[in-house]
């Protein structure tokens, strides 16, 4: 099986928080929906599964016309294996959630709406910098719902200078109560050179607090844990059968392949990654060019990308996997430091799996740190 993932790189305005890659000027939107189209067909060849998974991210992806949406699924559909199709995921605004636009989108293979909410409190969405207010993030879950969209997906944002505890603690409660079945929550982090970064340099808003942080983090799992959500990966918890298929199958090794400017790809030994452009890689594509960077993982960056992955998610690091594909070198320094962790009451080992104890999900990422090999 594999999964296609296509980046839309355009939004209406700019988050204060973000750094992906985006435009907010539109005028070269259709062509660049040409050279999409146009990508999928110079790289069909490279997947030779079914497909198993298609997820539109951005940027916007819910900003794309009818035309240019029916356009990328013809393409994919006429050539690429799609019989065993399971999961077809569209990032939307709230503010892009109408009654017209749900009605088409029920009419396409779309079955998994990602609404960016951040947040049901005005002084969190306006920090943000975010297009919508409290009241459109409401109505737009409720009108999803509404149109027979059951597999659905929130984010919301924990750790801004704005949300209290208490604020925290009722954004987690209208998210149960709206019955959301799976929600991607995430720390707000300041990268260098956005709106965000700047205010804070310039004294206009507060800095993080990494303990009020750590605070919600733990609020977020204790709540959604309590409510009958699972939490599969370090920032996503779902229901029973509401874990995001395409991100586990990522998350699990499985081969993906990024369309767009700025995608990014995985074959199992190599990553790609396309020009993050938009007119240079519109440019490319009509040359019959590929924009695109190719890393070869060597064994070091292999195995650093298991554990941290691994890590992050309740299937850990498959320890039967890692002594099959790695070298006795590294082997050796990996269990010293696992004993050294175990010890240090941070890791569990169950039966072939090595997870994090629940109190040390939080720092994940410098866990995972200790045990990469360096060559």
């Known amino acids: 099986m594999a999964g296609i993932y296509i980046h839309i790189p355009f939004c209406k305005q700019k988050c204060s928080y973000c750094d992906f890659h985006f435009s907010t000027n539109l005028h070269n939107k259709s062509n660049l929906v040409k050279a999409i189209n146009k990508e999928l067909l110079l790289r069909k060849n490279e997947i030779s599964q079914p497909l198993e998974t298609i997820y539109f991210g951005g940027g916007t992806p819910s900003i794309l016309s009818e035309i240019e949406l029916e356009s990328i699924f013809e393409t994919i559909f006429k050539n690429y294996s799609t019989q065993n199709l399971k999961e077809v995921t569209l990032e939307a605004n709230p503010d892009d959630l109408n009654q017209e636009k749900l009605k088409f989108l029920k009419s396409t293979p779309i079955n998994r709406l990602s609404i960016g909410v951040q947040s049901f409190f005005e002084e969190d969405l306006q920090l943000m910098n975010r297009a919508h207010n409290a009241q459109e993030a409401e109505r737009s879950i409720k009108l999803v719902q509404d149109f027979g969209f059951d597999n659905i997906t929130i984010d919301l944002i924990y750790g801004s200078s704005t949300t209290t505890n208490d604020m925290w603690m009722k954004n987690l409660q209208q998210a149960i109560n709206l019955n959301v079945p799976h929600i991607s929550s995430y720390a707000l982090t300041v990268e260098e050179k956005t709106i965000l970064d700047h205010q804070i340099k310039k004294g206009i808003t507060k800095p993080v607090d990494e303990d009020r942080q750590n605070e919600q983090f733990q609020l977020l799992v204790d709540t959604l844990t309590s409510n009958n959500f699972i939490q599969y990966e370090i920032s996503n918890f779902g229901k029973e059968n509401y874990f995001s298929l395409h991100n586990s199958n990522y998350w699990k090794g499985i081969h993906y392949m990024g369309i767009g400017p700025s995608a990014h790809s995985y074959n199992g030994k190599s990553r790609a990654w396309n020009i993050a452009n938009n007119t240079k890689y519109i440019q490319a594509i009509n040359q019959n060019n590929l924009p695109q960077e190719i890393e070869v993982l060597n064994e070091a960056e292999r195995f650093n990308e298991m554990i941290m992955i691994g890590l992050r998610t309740?299937?850990?690091?498959?320890?039967?996997?890692?002594?099959?594909?790695?070298?006795?070198?590294?082997?050796?320094?990996?269990?010293?430091?696992?004993?050294?962790?175990?010890?240090?009451?941070?890791?569990?080992?169950?039966?072939?799996?090595?997870?994090?104890?629940?109190?040390?999900?939080?720092?994940?990422?410098?866990?995972?740190?200790?045990?990469?090999?360096?060559?």
């Open 314 to 375: 309740i299937y850990g690091i498959d320890v039967d996997r890692i002594n099959s594909e790695f070298s006795q070198p590294i082997l050796d320094l990996f269990y010293q430091e696992i004993n050294q962790l175990i010890k240090e009451n941070l890791i569990i080992k169950q039966e072939n799996k090595i997870i994090l104890k629940p109190e040390s999900k939080f720092f994940a990422d410098g866990i995972a740190s200790r045990l990469f090999y360096i060559d």
